[in-house]
């Protein structure tokens, strides 16, 4: 099992709508959730970070975090096709100084 | 700097050559992070400084790998004996504080041993 996962996609919404990405890890002491934006041949930027239970929103980026479940995800509303990027969960878990990354879910947003 | 800044922005190395990749942090912070990026896949932790301490080195593939950061601010990522599977993307990060935090990555140097 890895330890943070996530649906490879490609995910494809059509333009306004909303994406949901998923993320699912394994360490259940993780106190600190983020998800980065990577856009082809660019270095990851920090979009959302979330570290208690519940909702976090930022813009039209919401951050949703369930630590029982072991689960992560993040909506993008009103989807524009500049969003089309893959997006990584990261997980800071309870071993070392490290935050490990998922794959990525890429996303396309059809204009 | 305002950003984090890498350099080189590509490196093509023969098989054998030793290659040294440079990463500047942004001002003042304390926590720098070294990961490797294969295609397709996400960031892979190599390393971890606090200033000028290496706390973590657990990612480092192997002892052909040697990273140092001897005055808390620039750091330098190399790779001695480059081999085909050394090829990708090198990324540094840094961040303000500790290692709960999000990072602000550089730009990477995008590795290639032919």
């Known amino acids: 099992q890895k330890e943070v996962e996530q649906n490879s996609g490609p995910l494809s919404v059509p333009e306004g709508a909303i994406a949901s990405l998923n993320c699912t890890y394994s360490?259940?002491?993780?106190?600190?959730f983020f998800w980065y934006r990577q856009y082809s041949g660019k270095s990851p930027e920090l979009i959302m970070s979330?570290?208690?239970?519940g909702d976090k929103e930022d813009g039209r980026f919401t951050a949703q975090l369930n630590k029982a479940s072991q689960y992560v995800s993040l909506l993008i509303r009103d989807s524009q096709p500049s969003d089309s990027a893959t997006y990584l969960c990261?997980?800071?878990?309870?071993?070392?100084?490290?935050?490990?990354f998922g794959a990525g879910t890429r996303l396309f947003v059809k204009a | 700097g305002a950003g984090v800044s890498q350099s080189p922005r590509y490196k093509v190395a023969k098989r054998g050559q030793d290659v040294a990749l440079r990463c500047d942090p942004i001002?003042?912070?304390?926590?720098l992070f070294w990961y490797q990026q294969a295609l397709g896949q996400g960031p892979e932790f190599l390393t971890y400084?606090?200033?000028?301490?290496?706390?973590?080195k657990s990612g480092l593939p192997s002892d052909r790998f040697f990273a140092e950061r001897p005055e808390g601010s620039v750091s330098t990522l190399k790779i001695q004996r480059t081999q085909q599977e050394d090829s990708a993307v090198y990324l540094c990060?840094?961040?303000?504080?500790?290692?709960?935090?999000?990072?602000?990555f550089g730009s990477g140097t995008r590795l290639t041993v032919v």
């Open positions: 990060a840094s961040s303000p504080e500790g290692t709960g935090y999000g990072y602000t």
């Open positions: 360490d259940r002491g993780s106190q600190s």
């Open positions: 979330i570290y208690s239970n």
């Open positions: 990261a997980v800071k878990g309870t071993g070392g100084f490290k935050t490990i």
């Open positions: 001002s003042g912070h304390v926590s």
């Open positions: 400084f606090q200033n000028e301490a290496q706390l973590d």
